[in-house]
Nanobody, 124 residues
Framework: VQLQASGGGSVQAGASLRLSCAASGRTRSTYSVAWFRQAPGKEREFVAASFRSASIHYADSVSGRFTISRDNAKNTVYLQMNSLKPEDTAVYYC???????????????????WGQGTLVTVSS
């Protein structure tokens, strides 16, 4: 499965953006998809994940502002980002894999497929 992320852009604080992650092949309901982000000079960090179409998980820093959703018919996962803050500025990556276990959901090393990244810039 190949993933392609899109939807980034430059916005002001308080604005919204929706990122999309399209899968080239058909993904089963057991396929877990996550969003990570990496700011300049920082490590890649977990943002949100859809665990096997069964549950949703968020980083504390985005909980209540970001929403992850998936449209299995379109093989696409979305990340709706509201109330954006300057500290949300980063390159956002989507990642996917089967066989992910819940305890490892936030570990980027367990994901086999990665999108190319899309830049989100939030100015104050």
């Amino acid at each position: 499965v190949q993933l392609q992320a899109s939807g980034g852009g430059s916005v002001q604080a308080g604005a919204s953006l929706r990122l999309s992650c399209a899968a080239s092949g058909r993904t089963r309901s057991t396929y877990s998809v996550a969003w990570f982000r990496q700011a300049p000079g920082k490590e890649r960090e977990f943002v949100a994940a859809s665990f096997r179409s069964a549950s949703i998980h968020y980083a504390d820093s985005v909980s209540g502002r970001f929403t992850i959703s998936r449209d299995n018919a379109k093989n696409t996962v979305y990340l709706q980002m509201n109330s954006l803050k300057p500290e949300d500025t980063a390159v956002y990556y989507c990642a996917g894999s089967t066989g992910v276990i819940l305890s490892a959901l936030r570990d980027p090393s367990v994901y086999h497929s990665w999108g190319q990244g899309t830049l989100v810039t939030v100015s104050s």
